[in-house]
């Protein structure tokens, strides 16, 4: 089983970034994906979540109205895309794979990424 994110770097404040999760090795459609976040220093924080088959997303308050994802089962790939960016945004960001049903909010998985880094600064 992997999970490999990718698309992380250092963006300006109010920039935008989109994230992407490359999953091989399970069955991609069976399972919920999310993304999670750790600030340094910090600890995990849940920050989206996607139903199996993409019909439904949940958000935290801090991702809310500037966060969307998505997922192309298709292709094994969930995405986050990241507008309006803000300092309190970096950190390193992992996707996460739940069998079954999505449970938002929650920081519970079957399998979890190694993470990219998210860097927000001028």
């Known amino acids: 089983v992997q999970l490999v994110e990718s698309g992380g770097g250092l963006v300006q404040p109010g920039g935008s970034l989109r994230l992407s999760c490359v999953a091989s090795?399970?069955?991609?459609?069976?399972?919920?994906m999310m993304w999670v976040r750790q600030a340094p220093g910090k600890g995990l924080e849940w920050v989206a979540g996607?139903?199996?088959?993409?019909?439904?997303?949940y958000y935290s308050d801090s991702a809310k109205n500037r966060f969307a994802t998505s997922r192309d089962n298709a292709k094994n790939t969930l995405y986050l895309q990241m507008n309006a960016l803000k300092p309190e945004d970096t950190a390193v960001y992992f996707c996460a794979a739940r069998a079954g049903r999505l449970a938002p909010f929650l920081l519970e998985w079957d399998y979890r990424g190694q993470g990219t880094q998210v860097t927000v600064s001028s």
């Open positions: 090795g399970f069955t991609f459609s069976d399972y919920a």
């Open positions: 996607i139903f199996s088959d993409g019909s439904t997303s």
